[in-house]
């Protein structure tokens, strides 16, 4: 019995040091780690909060939007920048009021917000974004800036859009051999190999019939 209080005595001793020199670490890596827990929780609570903020400014500016309101569009889709920009649906406000925007004729105003999504939004948003800012500058017989835009990288998905466009910009400015060009790389996309051509044929013929119509009319289909 002595021998085994004297062996729990040494490792009571033991224990005793290696509190002394290691107590304050785990003591500090305790709280550390617990802090941490909190603060991810707070975040996440917090990024709930924002996004149910954003859903509901969204809303608005849909709601406006769709009663021809730009004015109020306009000051909802700056409130989801200006407070939610991290958001999605910051960007899709963007384009949600360019749109209004553009319909009610004040270009200005559509570029502005599709700017934004250019320069702010990410991947599909930012291409999506630079195709419409490249069309309403197509409407405003901005050639070079559209193609500008266009020229930027983008998602393989957005490749025949992107061709497309660009072609049509060519044949506004009267290129019709680089129209022809562009049109055909956007077929090309669209078909994606002998296995996308057949899923195009059947699902989207309509689309691949309109690029064919544009490469025809322009002498490229001879």
């Given at each position: 019995?002595?021998?085994?209080?004297?062996?729990?005595?040494?490792?009571?001793?033991?224990?005793?040091?290696?509190?002394?020199?290691?107590?304050?670490?785990?003591?500090?890596?305790?709280?550390?780690?617990?802090?941490?827990?909190?603060?991810?929780?707070?975040?996440?609570?917090?990024?709930?909060?924002?996004?149910?903020?954003?859903?509901?400014?969204?809303?608005?500016?849909?709601?406006?939007?769709?009663?021809?309101?730009?004015?109020?569009?306009?000051?909802?889709?700056?409130?989801?920048?200006?407070k939610y920009g991290r958001t999605?649906?910051?960007?899709?406000?963007?384009?949600?009021?360019?749109?209004?925007?553009?319909?009610?004729?004040?270009?200005?105003?559509?570029?502005?917000?599709?700017?934004?999504?250019?320069?702010?939004?990410?991947?599909?948003?930012?291409?999506?974004?630079?195709?419409?800012?490249?069309?309403?500058?197509?409407?405003?017989?901005?050639?070079?800036?559209?193609?500008?835009?266009?020229?930027?990288?983008?998602?393989?998905?957005?490749?025949?859009?992107?061709?497309?466009?660009?072609?049509?910009?060519?044949?506004?400015?009267?290129?019709?051999?680089?129209?022809?060009t562009a049109y055909k790389?956007?077929?090309?996309?669209?078909?994606?190999?002998?296995?996308?051509?057949?899923?195009?044929?059947?699902?989207?013929?309509?689309?691949?019939?309109?690029?064919?119509?544009?490469?025809?009319?322009?002498?490229?289909?001879?």
């Amino acid at each position: 019995m002595a021998a085994y209080d004297l062996e729990e005595q040494e490792q009571l001793a033991e224990l005793k040091a290696w509190w002394k020199q290691y107590g304050n670490l785990v003591t500090g890596i305790v709280v550390v780690a617990a802090l941490a827990v909190l603060a991810w929780q707070g975040w996440n609570a917090y990024q709930r909060k924002q996004a149910a903020e954003a859903s509901s400014a969204f809303s608005v500016l849909q709601r406006a939007a769709s009663e021809g309101d730009t004015q109020k569009a306009k000051s909802a889709a700056g409130e989801l920048v200006e407070k939610y920009g991290r958001t999605t649906y910051a960007s899709l406000g963007a384009l949600t009021a360019a749109k209004a925007l553009y319909e009610s004729g004040d270009l200005k105003s559509a570029k502005a917000q599709l700017n934004w999504v250019v320069e702010n939004g990410k991947d599909e948003f930012r291409d999506l974004g630079r195709l419409r800012l490249a069309a309403v500058l197509l409407d405003e017989k901005a050639h070079e800036e559209a193609l500008k835009v266009l020229s930027a990288s983008h998602g393989a998905s957005f490749a025949g859009r992107f061709a497309e466009l660009t072609g049509d910009i060519h044949a506004a400015q009267g290129k019709n051999k680089e129209a022809v060009t562009a049109y055909k790389a956007a077929l090309a996309a669209a078909e994606g190999g002998k296995e996308g051509a057949e899923r195009l044929r059947d699902t989207n013929r309509p689309y691949r019939e309109i690029l064919q119509q544009k490469i025809d009319a322009l002498g490229g289909g001879k």
